[in-house]
Antibody, heavy 118, light 113 residues
Framework: EVQLVESGGGLVQPGGSLRLSCAASGFTFSNYEMSWVRQAPGKGLEWISYINSGGITKYYADSVKGRFTISRDNAKNSLYLQMNSLRADDTAVYYC???????????WGQGTLLTVSS | DVVMTQSPLSLPVTLGQPASISCRSSQSLVHSDGNTFLNWFQQRPGQSPRRLIYMVSNRDSGVPDRFSGSGSGTDFTLKISRVEAEDVGVYYCIQGTHWPPYSFGQGTKLEIK
């Protein structure tokens, strides 16, 4: 069974940093592209970052470019999102999701909540 | 960037009745390889999103056949033939042809009348 389990969310002050993790199981993680998608409270979905299967190609939404860094460790079946210079409008549930193209976001994690507040 | 426009944004439906959601893109979603990467996702209250339809009209495994997707180019539709209580939630169209960035419709909130 495919599973994606996010962790690392919490309460952070504006300007602070945090790293989210997504642990994958039930499939060959190194074969799949991955994304982070977030959802602010009561709002719609927003794609924020993508990484290819080998970890070389990375894309970011303009809203997080220069502040967030996506990475992966295929040996540990894990995806990461390093978030720096956090702002109040980064408050959201962060989901990791598997796939692209015809398999775009076929599987999602349960999400982890980040709250940026003083 | 591609802009996705959904309508309606709110959809009250009587149980057992059909429902339809429209999604329009600001440019054609036909990829150079001939495929159209238009997807529909459902998000039930308190849950993660779930993909229902990929590449316009292909139902994901486990998705009831009352859900169907259609359309081409810039104009797409998600139809539910007979709404059930478990269909309550927000539905999003998402394009995966011209990315980054991926672009989403605003979401359509389906509720039972």
């Amino acid at each position: 069974e495919v599973q994606l389990v996010e962790s690392g969310g919490g309460l952070v002050q504006p300007g602070g940093s945090l790293r989210l993790s997504c642990a994958a199981s039930g499939f060959t993680f190194s074969n799949y592209e991955m994304s982070w998608v977030r959802q602010a409270p009561g709002k719609g979905l927003e794609w924020i970052s993508y990484i290819n299967s080998g970890g070389i190609t990375k894309y970011y939404a303009d809203s997080v470019k220069g502040r967030f860094t996506i990475s992966r460790d295929n040996a540990k079946n894990s995806l990461y999102l390093q978030m720096n210079s956090l702002r109040a409008d980064d408050t959201a549930v962060y989901y990791c999701a598997r796939g692209a193209w015809s398999s775009l976001w076929e599987y999602w994690g349960q999400g982890t909540l980040l709250t940026v507040s003083s | 960037d591609v802009v996705m426009t959904q309508s309606p944004l709110s959809l009250p439906v009587t149980l057992g009745q059909p429902a339809s959601i429209s999604c329009r893109s600001s440019q054609s979603l036909v990829h150079s390889d001939g495929n159209t990467f238009l997807n529909w996702f459902q998000q039930r209250p308190g849950q993660s999103p779930r993909r229902l339809i990929y590449m316009v009209s292909n139902r994901d495994s486990g998705v009831p056949d009352r859900f169907s997707g259609s359309g081409s180019g810039t104009d797409f539709t998600l139809k539910i033939s007979r709404v059930e209580a478990e269909d309550v939630g927000v539905y999003y169209c998402i394009q995966g042809t011209h990315w980054p960035p991926y672009s989403f419709g605003q979401g359509t909130k389906l509720e039972i009348k």
